[in-house]
């Protein structure tokens, strides 16, 4: 890192500090949380108490264990003022808040919500901490900007068990989607301008979670499985109906390799008069995506749109997905987010929520880089197929409607 560069990220850094450092009234906690955050984004091997504790100088881990165990702060109110952050450097009118799950995996018992349960990160039943997150996604980059630990029902149930890890007495039991709906509310009343949400089949499948975000006045695509209902039939069903030309080849974003290119089918369906009244301001919608190397390979969405978005809107937010999976990669690889040693809960919200800022700060440079040199990119667009198919109207595909049309 050049000179110049470095000192452009102390400067903000400094400025990152500055912003949440009246969350901590004793100077003594405010020293330690700049330790450790700076420990998280420093060369450290392993992110824990120790390693951070012997790159900060200190003689021993115990300053910072003090501080995610017993210090007096919130860290929620650290939470508010990475929103806060995200928004202002982040944010832009058409931002992407995306809802996913991922998993720590620990051994032993007694790490507060540990049990053998699934985990997606590991793709097999491990002992286990699921921590629930929320990412925001934009233009200018992508970073995480909420979370909430899953308690299983072993835990809930035993308040014994709960009482050992400190988990607040007032915390029962909840789902996975009851912490997706307390996290949405809480970005729709943060800084964040949020114009959409997406999220996996997990989330995407449940019919009370998409009318929750209608009655939020949010835009979302989401997952569903392929025995998902659309209006009777199943939506494999459905796609497997589209004609050739409703197939059309978008990239869903950048990714490692370079654009992440598939065909897409998508076909808008018919308004449902106890929902939308008579002048729907939104319009539901069915996607699909192939892949091009596996045309047997397809994946599943419902969408819920403003009545002049395109295939490639719905492409677009679909895409920003995997966004929150880059999130997860680069927080545990390069911030420490799974590193943790703690085994309570006060503990575990408050390394998360340090990580969090750690690598919101890194999105943050990362965005005011590309900046520098941004480039111009246009937008695909999408005609309407004036064929009706089962009660939905295909989106077709403007080359192949162009070639079709001109074929005497």
């Given at each position: 890192m050049s000179d110049d560069l470095a000192d452009v990220w102390d400067r903000e850094l400094a400025e990152l500090f500055l912003r949440i450092g009246a969350r901590f009234a004793r100077v003594e906690p405010r020293k330690r949380m700049r330790d450790y955050v700076r420990g998280l984004l420093g060369p450290v091997g392993r992110k824990n108490s120790w390693q951070l504790a012997e790159f900060a100088g200190h003689p021993a881990p115990h300053r910072l264990q003090h501080l995610l165990a017993r210090a007096c702060w919130s860290a929620d109110e650290v939470r508010d003022d990475l929103q806060t952050y995200i928004g202002e450097q982040l944010g832009t009118p058409d931002g992407v808040l995306i809802i996913d799950d991922t998993g720590f995996v620990k051994k032993g018992t007694v790490s507060a919500g540990v049990q053998r349960q699934y985990s997606g990160t590991a793709g097999r039943t491990e002992n286990c901490q699921i921590g629930v997150f929320a990412a925001y996604a934009s233009t200018k980059g992508h970073a995480l900007v909420d979370r909430e630990l899953y308690l299983p029902r072993s835990w809930t149930d035993d308040r014994q068990r709960c009482q050992a890890a400190r988990v607040p007495d007032e915390r029962g039991f909840a789902t996975r989607l009851e912490f997706a709906r307390s996290m949405i509310k809480r970005a729709l009343a943060s800084p964040l301008p949020i114009a959409w949400v997406t999220a996996d089949s997990a989330y995407g499948q449940d019919s009370h979670f998409r009318r929750f975000l209608e009655d939020g006045g949010l835009s979302y695509v989401v997952a569903v499985p392929k025995s998902q209902q659309v209006h009777g039939p199943r939506i494999d069903f459905l796609i497997a109906q589209a004609p050739s030309e409703a197939w059309q080849r978008?990239?869903?974003?950048?990714?490692?390799?370079?654009?992440?290119?598939?065909?897409?089918?998508?076909?808008?369906?018919?308004?449902?008069?106890?929902?939308?009244?008579?002048?729907?301001?939104?319009?539901?919608?069915?996607?699909?995506?192939?892949?091009?190397?596996?045309?047997?390979?397809?994946?599943?969405?419902?969408?819920?749109?403003?009545?002049?978005?395109?295939?490639?809107?719905?492409?677009?937010?679909?895409?920003?997905?995997?966004?929150?999976?880059?999130?997860?990669q680069s927080a545990k690889n390069e911030c420490g987010l799974d590193q943790y040693e703690v085994r309570r809960y006060v503990g575990w919200y408050r390394h998360i929520t340090l990580a969090m800022l750690a690598h919101a700060f890194l999105a943050v440079m990362a965005a005011q880089e590309r900046e520098k040199g941004a480039a111009v990119t246009t937008r695909p667009t999408s005609w309407t197929s004036h064929r009706p198919r089962f009660a939905v109207c295909w989106q077709l595909d403007p080359a192949t409607a162009l070639r079709t049309a001109s074929t005497p």
């Open positions: 978008l990239s869903a974003g950048s990714g490692a390799k370079g654009e992440r290119l598939y065909d897409w089918a998508a076909a808008r369906l018919p308004a449902v008069w106890e929902f939308d009244g008579d002048q729907p301001t939104r319009q539901r919608w069915m996607l699909a995506r192939r892949s091009l190397t596996k045309p047997d390979d397809i994946a599943y969405y419902l969408a819920y749109a403003p009545l002049d978005a395109t295939v490639a809107d719905l492409v677009r937010v679909a895409g920003c997905r995997w966004k929150i999976e880059e999130c997860f």
